[in-house]
């Protein structure tokens, strides 16, 4: 599955005259190589540790640059036969080569406090030499690049130029294969388990963080129960109770749940390594009369913007439509940036393109689009309905199945 990524990234290559793409983002090596790197997915100074390179040139192979401390694991994974690392702080020689005694000739082995700058350099001038890159131009996410990157590089490659492929990147990735729709179908399933295990048993004065620990309980005892969940790592919420619109683990502890309040749920999990996006809201007992306005208003303009995804349709026509509606629907000074967005393997789960006004780019087949029409309003409550929805070849797919209707619980 990895070579229909590599092809298409070789397309791009080609159509605007560069020699190679270098994955630098934590995204964009998964996506290229398959390969989650957890020193280069998890800590954010790790970037331009691990890097992919992809040569235009299909003669030429693939790369990876990665520790040696996960060199096995990301040759098994990515498929790729040349990876090539470099030494981090972790001793890896099994107990008995230990335990011999070494030559008394030999120098001690040593390792790096953390890992060498000169030597991951080393390694990267090898890949690109071998393949004749040293002075070619290079497309790679540039929009995310540390400085220090580009500097090292100049130094070991100074006739090498850099161009920016983060765009280009973005829209090969909104473009989903089959298996990425099966990680995000799986992903929704997740967190709709995690959403109705929540709302389960309620009592008065449970507060945002109670949801929340209830999500996180009900996506995990789901994900445990079925092996179609095995790749299950993760999982995000941002949950409100009452009058509160705020957002942070930090103000999820006041205002205990009492009749009348709604229960919003922003969530998404992550399967492997696809991260889903989408919500819901409940209402406590009884739905009070400003909140039903508003909630059917938004819940009408959801319906009409789905109504219009198929491929061909502008992005912003979906923009549109909701945003005609909530207006015309009695709220004349409604305003968002977007009804949606793209999703997919970022950490943070909203990808370009998004569903804005300016976006003149059609839907197109196999796009999986988290679509929303939310309020952040302290008089009526924190209000979110959203869904992944599939772009199909004749129309689309609602990935979620939780009832868009507001339903009162408890």
Not at 218 to 245: E, F, H, I, K, N
Not at 302 to 329: C, D, L, M, N, S
Not at 358 to 387: C, H, N, Q
Request: proline share 5%; with cysteine; aromatic share 8%.
């Amino acid at each position: 599955m990895r070579t229909q990524i590599i092809d298409a990234i070789r397309q791009r290559l080609q159509a605007r005259g560069l020699d190679a793409y270098v994955a630098y983002t934590p995204s964009n090596v998964f996506y290229v190589t398959g390969f989650q790197s957890f020193f280069l997915m998890e800590w954010w100074r790790m970037l331009g540790t691990v890097v992919a390179v992809v040569p235009a040139d299909p003669a030429q192979p693939p790369a990876l640059v990665v520790s040696d401390f996960e060199a096995v694991q990301a040759r098994e994974v990515s498929g790729f036969d040349d990876v090539r690392s470099f030494r981090v702080w972790v001793e890896l020689r099994d107990a008995a080569d230990l335990a011999g005694s070494a030559p008394a000739s030999a120098a001690p082995e040593t390792r790096p406090a953390q890992y060498d700058t000169a030597e991951q350099d080393a390694v990267l001038r090898s890949v690109l030499a071998d393949r004749g890159l040293l002075d070619g131009r290079i497309g790679t996410d540039l929009r995310y690049v540390l400085h220090d990157t580009v500097r090292r590089v100049a130094g070991f490659a100074p006739a090498l130029s850099w161009a920016d492929m983060t765009e280009d990147l973005y829209a090969l990735r909104s473009v989903k294969y089959d298996f990425e729709i099966d990680r995000l179908r799986r992903a929704t399933e997740l967190s709709e388990a995690g959403m109705t295990h929540a709302v389960t048993d309620l009592r008065p004065g449970l507060t945002a963080l109670d949801m929340r620990h209830r999500y996180q309980q009900g996506v995990l005892a789901a994900a445990m129960a079925d092996t179609r969940y095995a790749d299950y790592t993760d999982q995000w919420v941002l949950p409100a109770v009452g009058s509160s619109t705020k957002i942070g683990v930090d103000s999820e502890s006041g205002g205990g749940l009492a009749e009348g309040d709604l229960i919003k749920f922003d969530c998404g999990t992550t399967v492997g390594g696809y991260r889903g996006d989408g919500g819901r809201t409940f209402a406590y007992r009884t739905i009070r009369p400003e909140t039903r306005r508003l909630y059917d208003v938004l819940l009408d303009a959801h319906e009409k913007a789905r109504a219009v995804i198929r491929p061909g349709t502008p992005v912003r026509e979906v923009f549109r439509t909701a945003e005609q509606h909530i207006r015309a629907g009695g709220y004349p000074s409604f305003t968002r940036g977007h009804y949606g967005h793209s999703v997919g393997i970022d950490t943070f789960h909203e990808e370009p393109p998004y569903l804005g006004s300016d976006e003149g780019r059609p839907l197109e087949a196999g796009m999986v689009l988290a679509v929303e029409t939310p309020a952040y309003s302290s008089d009526t409550g924190a209000i979110m309905i959203e869904d992944l929805v599939l772009v199909t070849r004749d129309g689309h797919e609602v990935l979620h199945r939780l009832p868009h209707e507001l339903t009162v619980v408890g």
